[in-house]
Structure formats: C-alpha cells, structure tokens
Nanobody
C-alpha cells in the first residue's frame, strides 16, 4: 500500500489550501481514510476521517473550516482547508488500511500558515 500526500505549502492566515492523498494497493473503496497532522514538538493528532460510506468525522479545532472528501474512482481523498490559522501549521499525513488490515501512512505534506 502506498499513499502520496500533496498540496501543502505556505499560505497567509485566512487563506485556503487543498490537500490530496492518492492511494494505491489497498481496498480503497471499503476503508476509512484519515488525515492527521503533527506540529513541531507535538503529538500527531486526528484532523478528519471519512468512511467507506462517506461518513465524516472532524476534530473540534477544524470543524466548520475543513472539509474531507473522497473519490473512490480516482482512489483519492482530499482535505479542503479554509480560514487557515497559524496554529494549523503542521505536517499533514493521510492514512488508510490495507488488505492485511495494517495501517499505512503517506509521507506527509507541510502546511505553513503565516500570521
């Protein structure tokens, strides 16, 4: 299973970014895809996830600002991030489970929000 996260970058506070996660080698359409983030000196935390039935779950700090989605045909998941804040600065990772039920992670994409 391979996951490729992309779309990070430098943006001013209040701006937007859209992250993408391309997944290969897994039963993508039946597995939940999650976006996590890890800020410097902090633990990795859940940002949002989306199930195979398109049910979504968001961490409180991003509710109302971030939207997670998926395209099962393209085998991709997305994280639309609006109204970005400096505290959103982190490396963002996507994950999903493989056919072996193990959890796989992408390499991460850096999001930097300047004040």
């Amino acid at each position: 299973v391979q996951l490729q996260a992309s779309g990070g970058g430098l943006v001013q506070a209040g701006g937007s970014l859209r992250l993408s996660c391309a997944v290969s080698g897994s039963l993508f359409r039946i597995n939940t895809v999650g976006w996590y983030r890890q800020a410097p000196g902090k633990q990795r935390e859940l940002v949002a996830d989306i199930s195979s039935s398109f049910s979504t779950n968001y961490a409180d700090p991003v509710k109302g600002r971030f939207t997670i989605s998926r395209n099962n045909i393209k085998r991709e998941a997305y994280l639309q991030m609006n109204s970005l804040k400096p505290e959103d600065t982190a490396v963002y990772y996507c994950n999903t489970r493989g056919a072996d039920n193990a959890l796989y992670w992408g390499q991460g994409t850096l999001v930097t929000v300047s004040s």
